[in-house]
């Protein structure tokens, strides 16, 4: 996953340059969707916008959770997410913290404006939970929350070896118009937008 996520945001900077002078087909600035986003959510009180200092500590014990899906494991820290601090400076990333009294878990997603026609999807390229708080739907309700919150297209990938977070997404978008690929070690989720009712 952090060598995907380096492939990622490598592909962003070269891109990244068009991107930031562009104003999308549908008049749509750069960043709206995820402003829309945070602004929805922050309203709940089960939803905050942290600090990098007091995300980190859950960053660091999600690095070394992901390291066991590794080849050659080894111990982590906040600092070996590349790109990380960016999260709470660029335009197009956030990083979100749930959790009612205390931080459950944390979820930092990036918008993907489609440059032919405007349509922005929100990628949920990390999320995590806690151990302590899994198997208590707090990571379910997180996703939920996430979904309403953005009525468009989301996607998401899972490490192939990671069988329990694959488990748990099958899950939690059960009720959701979803596509599976499977490709160089991962599953991508293409979430559809729903449908009218």
């Known amino acids: 996953m952090i060598q995907l996520q380096h492939e990622q945001d490598q592909h962003e ?66 600092e070996d997410y590349p790109f990380l601090k960016t999260y ?24 993907d404006p489609d440059p032919g026609d405007g349509e922005i999807t929100m990628e949920i390229r990390e999320f995590f939970v806690h151990p302590q708080y899994r198997r208590s739907g707090a990571g379910r309700g997180a996703v939920k929350a996430l979904l309403r ?18 488990k748990f997404w099958q899950s939690v978008l059960s009720d959701r118009s979803a596509s599976i690929s499977k490709e160089r070690g991962h599953y991508y989720f293409s979430i559809d937008r729903p449908q009218a009712r």
């Open 13 to 78: 900077q070269q891109t990244e340059q068009v991107h930031q002078d562009q104003v999308l087909s549908d008049k749509t600035q750069l960043g709206d969707g995820i402003r829309s986003l945070r602004s929805t959510l922050l309203r709940s009180r089960n939803w905050t916008a942290p600090a990098l200092e007091r995300l980190a500590p859950l960053v660091c014990d999600y690095v070394n959770e992901l390291r066991a899906f590794d080849a050659n494991p080894s111990a982590g820290s906040a």
């Open 88 to 111: 709470w400076s660029h335009p197009t990333r956030l990083a979100l913290a749930f959790g009612d009294a205390s931080i459950h878990g944390f979820v930092l997603l990036f918008e």
């Open 149 to 166: 919150s953005w009525p468009g297209s989301w996607q998401l990938a899972v490490l192939e070896r990671n069988t329990s977070a694959l």
